[in-house]
Every structure is written in structure tokens, then in C-alpha cells.
């Protein structure tokens, strides 16, 4: 079950990490749109993954496909710095491999930050290419 406070917090995360990891980018009126439709699709499908295939699985092929997603979890998940959950896709990765004992621990954090994300890319329109 989602913790509300905890998802109040990553969804505040989630919209900047959107902004700086380029998966939104300004258009020339200066309106933030996301800049790919397939980054809303790989957000849709980072939980069903995890479900289907486990964590770590999900973790590897969106690090060797998907990397911006991962940076845009791990920033969010940067928010919480007591998880020490990584700050970006290589320390994300990294974390999954090295603590394959205590996956579960952070299963739920890692999907909260993917929802949060989902949340919010939802929140905008997605930039048309001419």
C-alpha cells in the first residue's frame, strides 16, 4: 500500500526529475511537454515488469533500453537519502545487483517512485513533431 506523505513527496521528485532528466522538455511558447510518446509507455510498463520478471530483470533491460527512465527513478528516489536507493541509473543498477538479499526492502520504494513518475508525465501533453 502506497504511504500517502511519502507519495506526496515523490510526486513533487518526479516532476522535477521529468524536467531535468530531458524526458520533458520546453516547446518555443515555453510549455514543458514530454518529449518522446514512448517515455509515457515505458513508465506505464516499469511495474508490470517488475511483477512479471522481478526486479532486478527489470532493472537490467530497462538500463540497457530505457537508461532516462532509471535516471528519472533514481532521482526521485534520491529525495530519500535514508534508502540510499542511488541517484541515477548506474548506482540504481548497481544497488540491485549488490543488494540481491534485500530486494525486497526496496521493491516497493522503486515502484512507488515509477508511479509517482507515471503520475505526473500523465500531467502533460506530449510535444508534436512537425
Known amino acids: 500500500m502506497i504511504n500517502k506523505k511519502r507519495m ?3 510526486l ?10 530531458g ?3 520546453k516547446n518555443n511558447e515555453g510549455v514543458w511537454l514530454v518529449d518522446k510518446p514512448e517515455y509515457e509507455a515505458y513508465l506505464a510498463g516499469f511495474g508490470a515488469i517488475v511483477i512479471n520478471l522481478g526486479l ?11 537508461k532516462i527512465i532509471l535516471t528519472a527513478i ?11 536507493l542511488g541517484k541515477n541509473a548506474e548506482e540504481l543498477k548497481e544497488m540491485v545487483v549488490r543488494e540481491d538479499l534485500r530486494l525486497n526492502d ?7 517512485a515509477s508511479v509517482a513518475l507515471k503520475m505526473m508525465i500523465r500531467t502533460y501533453g506530449i510535444k508534436k513533431d512537425k
Open 12 to 21: 513533487v521528485a518526479a516532476d522535477k526529475a521529468l524536467q531535468s532528466t
Open 56 to 66: 532486478k530483470s527489470a532493472i537490467i533491460y530497462y538500463h540497457n533500453s530505457r
Open 8 to 10: 506526496e513527496k515523490m
Open 23 to 25: 524526458i520533458l522538455k
Open 106 to 112: 526496496h521493491i516497493q520504494w522503486i515502484v512507488d
Open 74 to 84: 533514481g532521482e526521485v528516489l534520491s529525495e530519500f537519502p535514508e534508502r540510499n
